[in-house]
């Protein structure tokens, strides 16, 4: 299960996101935030081990961009993504707003 090769704790959190990967540009919304990635609600297909871009849109309306993979997918409900290789800035930013969102 997915829950178990997590190393970092999700919170439910709705963000904006922008991604873009080999099927097209897309607006959608997180679901949950960790450290370790997200699960972003999108009708976009996707394909398990993707590379994407994309950006989420911190509460104060600041967007912060990442790369990422995708680590698993739901067909019309969206997937997961771990983050590859964030920046320091986006490193303090997702832990600035996990833990302002209690966790």
């Known amino acids: ?11 439910p959190l709705l963000l904006d996101v922008v991604w873009e990967g080999g099927a097209g540009r897309y607006e959608v919304h997180t679901t949950d935030v960790g450290m370790g990635g ?3 609600d999108s009708l976009g297909p996707v394909t398990v081990g993707e590379a994407l871009y994309f950006k989420l849109r911190l509460p104060g309306g600041r967007w912060i961009e990442f790369r990422g993979k995708v680590a698993s997918a739901f067909p019309n409900i969206g997937f997961g993504v771990r983050f590859l290789n964030m920046s320091e800035e986006a490193r303090a930013s ?3 707003l996990l833990e302002s969102a209690g966790a």
Request: charged share 35%.
């Open 1 to 11: 299960m997915e829950d178990e090769r997590r190393q970092h704790q999700r919170v």
């Open 38 to 40: 997200c699960f972003i």
């Open 94 to 96: 997702i832990a600035q």
